[in-house]
């Protein structure tokens, strides 16, 4: 997970990592350390918001 150094947490989401976790672009790990890390930290949670918000297509369905 690509990370950058800002507030109290030194593993914020960068805005590329959070437009690969809304497009489901993620590593499985790299995925669930994202999740994990989301649950604490509203500074992240709004980028994340702001790249599903941003559009582009999402992860496809299996049919």
């Known amino acids: 997970m690509t990370t950058h150094r800002t507030g109290p947490s030194p593993h914020h989401l960068d805005s590329l990592t959070a437009a690969r976790y809304v497009s489901g672009a993620l590593r499985e790990p790299d995925s669930w350390q994202a999740e994990r890390h989301l ?3 509203g500074t992240c949670a709004e980028r994340v918001s ?3 918000r941003a559009g582009g297509p ?3 369905l299996a049919a």
């Open 58 to 60: 999402g992860p496809s």
């Open 50 to 52: 702001a790249a599903a």
């Open 39 to 41: 649950e604490g930290c």
